[in-house]
């Protein structure tokens, strides 16, 4: 008997976690779960590209300064007779110059990456969200489900149940009473009701031999 009694637990634990690995709303809303973390992912992948943006604005900005800083130092040098000084400041400038140069192709790409990965942010974001609403749906079907399953099992717990069986025996049987109780009826309404015509025929059947007997007199 305790034996019997620990398998069904045992039995009754699988059971319960099969229903739970197989549960559809947990499914759901474990993807869900993961779909939201691959969105924080995908938006700190976005705040990453636009800070990274902004660190070779800055550069590029820097740059562009000094390239003007320098040529305008290079100026006033050679206004001033100081040729060395002018190349140094050249040189320099020339050094800003290329420095633009790469900048400028590296924010452009990383402008254009920008873009990209906020497009696909949007849609990721548009993903998740209709996959929220249609959870919302889905949780009034699994519920409406769960409803039903729920009846259904009450309805054969009762169909089931030893009381529910002695109710139907004792409707059983007072339908039978209720039958017997008809026909009893019926019967001794009907037996009266013969005894009064058989006594209605025999009144017509004197009146008519007191009719013969008329005629045969006559």
């Known amino acids: 008997m305790v034996l019997r009694r620990i398998r069904n637990m045992v039995v009754a634990t699988v059971n319960d976690n099969l229903d739970k690995m197989e549960n559809p709303l947990v499914m759901i809303n474990q993807y869900l779960r993961d779909m939201e973390e691959?969105?924080?992912?995908?938006?700190?992948?976005?705040?990453?590209?636009?800070?990274?943006?902004?660190?070779?604005e800055r550069r590029l900005t820097h740059s562009q300064k000094m390239k003007k800083k320098r040529y305008d130092q290079a100026q006033i040098a050679v206004n001033s007779g100081e040729e060395d000084l002018a190349r140094k400041a050249l040189m320099e400038m020339k050094q800003h110059e290329e420095k633009v140069l790469q900048y400028e192709e590296i924010y452009e790409q990383s402008v254009a990456q920008l873009v990209e990965l906020k497009e696909q942010l949007g849609k990721l974001e548009e993903r998740i969200q209709a996959l929220r609403d249609k959870r919302h749906t889905l949780v009034a079907r699994a519920n409406v489900v769960k409803?039903?399953?729920?009846?259904n099992a009450s309805i054969n717990r009762i169909d089931?149940?030893?009381?529910?069986?002695?109710?139907?025996?004792?409707?059983?049987?007072?339908?039978?009473?209720?039958?017997?109780?008809?026909?009893?009826?019926?019967?001794?309404?009907?037996?009266?009701?013969?005894?009064?015509?058989?006594?209605?025929h025999e009144e017509d059947v004197e009146k008519e031999l007191q009719k013969l007997k008329e005629v045969q007199k006559a």
């Open 38 to 56: 691959e969105l924080s992912k995908a938006r700190h992948a976005v705040a990453q590209q636009e800070a990274i943006k902004a660190d070779f």
């Open 147 to 151: 409803a039903k399953e729920h009846m």
């Open 160 to 200: 089931s149940n030893s009381s529910y069986r002695e109710f139907q025996r004792l409707e059983a049987r007072i339908m039978d009473m209720e039958t017997k109780a008809n026909v009893y009826t019926a019967y001794n309404f009907g037996g009266e009701q013969t005894a009064f015509t058989k006594l209605e």
